[in-house]
């Protein structure tokens, strides 16, 4: 059974880059059929896909964030990671990495890791 865990800092000052890592168990992250996703949950607002990494690297983001976002990937440690640039309190929220056989999702429908709260603060 596949699990995913990220992994970063809880805290992020105002214009810096957020990055967190996604480690992956039970599953490699270049098999075919499945994709690897960032979700968030901004504080007060609805889930809102950023982007996404396929079995062969190639990326997606969303259009909102394609100036600031990157996504990347270790396959030596089957991790894939998630950087933000420029954040501002706007990105404060609960990010999710996530394995799922569609490229862009926002449903329960794949493999969610537990989250991990983000605050973006002076």
């Known amino acids: 059974q596949v699990q995913l865990v990220e992994s970063g800092p809880g805290l992020v000052k105002p214009s810096q880059t957020l990055s967190l890592t996604c480690t992956v168990n039970?599953?490699?992250?270049?098999?075919?059929?499945?994709?690897w996703i960032w979700i968030r949950r901004p504080h007060g607002k609805e889930l809102e896909w950023m982007g996404a990494?396929?079995?062969?690297?190639?990326?997606v983001y969303n259009p909102s964030l394609k100036s600031r976002i990157f996504i990347s990937r270790d396959t030596s440690r089957n991790q894939f990671a998630l950087h933000l640039e420029s954040v501002t309190p706007e990105d404060t929220g609960v990010y999710y990495c996530?394995?799922?056989?569609?490229?862009?999702?926002?449903?329960?429908?794949?493999?969610w890791g537990p989250g991990i709260q983000v605050t973006v603060s002076p």
């Open positions: 990494i396929n079995p062969s690297g190639s990326t």
């Open positions: 996530v394995r799922d056989r569609l490229i862009v999702t926002t449903q329960r429908g794949g493999s």
């Open positions: 039970g599953a490699s992250i270049t098999t075919d059929g499945y994709n």
